[in-house]
């Protein structure tokens, strides 16, 4: 089939864009959002979309659901490269999605991990401590290693690790101030 420039161009535009060239409605949303030819482009200059779909040799099995997914992802990875800086915890970004009419993070780890979703915000992975780790810390700060609250207001103003991680690590807070006390260097 010889292609005019003009379906040339479309061609290509899909090409680069094909895990999104699934549906009309999936194709237009991507495509408003990417200042592309909607879906109506290609079907005046190609006759249909199947025509489209096979120039391209896109897989029949490739399903919609797929390329949802795909438009999804990609939507949630800009709010997080935009939003990525408030998320701390679960809870916390629940609060700041509701109050900036954002998905919740149900919804985020619905399409990434929570490591991927740390990454795309440009967030720092969390350092995993070991009790060898902990004991020492906590031996260096110990008039403040008391209780959870005493530790946790003292540790985030002196960016210590919380007495959750020491809960995690340990198993309680009983066993890692035991664990602590009974340290002998």
């Keep these: 089939m010889d292609l005019t420039e003009k379906q040339q161009e479309l061609l290509e535009i899909a090409k680069q864009h094909r895990k999104y060239f699934a549906t009309r409605t ?6 408003k959002k990417h200042d592309l030819p909607r879906m109506s482009s290609y079907i005046y200059r190609f006759g249909s979309v199947q025509k489209v779909k096979d120039l391209l040799e896109i897989n029949p099995n490739y399903s919609q ?3 949802f997914i ?10 997080l490269k935009e939003h990525g800086s408030h998320i701390e915890n679960r809870t916390q970004w629940d609060e700041y999605a509701k109050e900036h009419k954002l998905p919740t993070y149900k919804t985020l780890v619905n399409y990434f991990s929570w490591e991927e979703i740390l990454k795309l915000s440009g967030r720092p992975k969390k350092r995993k401590f070991t009790k060898e780790d902990l004991i020492p810390i906590a031996r260096a700060h110990l008039d403040h290693f008391r209780s959870v609250g005493k530790w946790n207001d003292y540790a985030q103003e002196h ?17 890692a101030r035991n ?5 002998n260097r």
Excluded: C
Aim: charged letters at 30%.
């Design 65 to 67: 659901t797929e390329a």
């Design 179 to 183: 664990a602590v006390l009974s340290f």
């Design 159 to 175: 960016d210590l690790p919380s007495a959750m991680t020491f809960i995690r690590t340990f198993g309680s807070w009983k066993l």
């Design 26 to 31: 999936i194709w237009d949303e991507y495509a």
């Design 70 to 79: 795909e438009l999804k992802k990609e939507e949630i990875r800009n709010i």
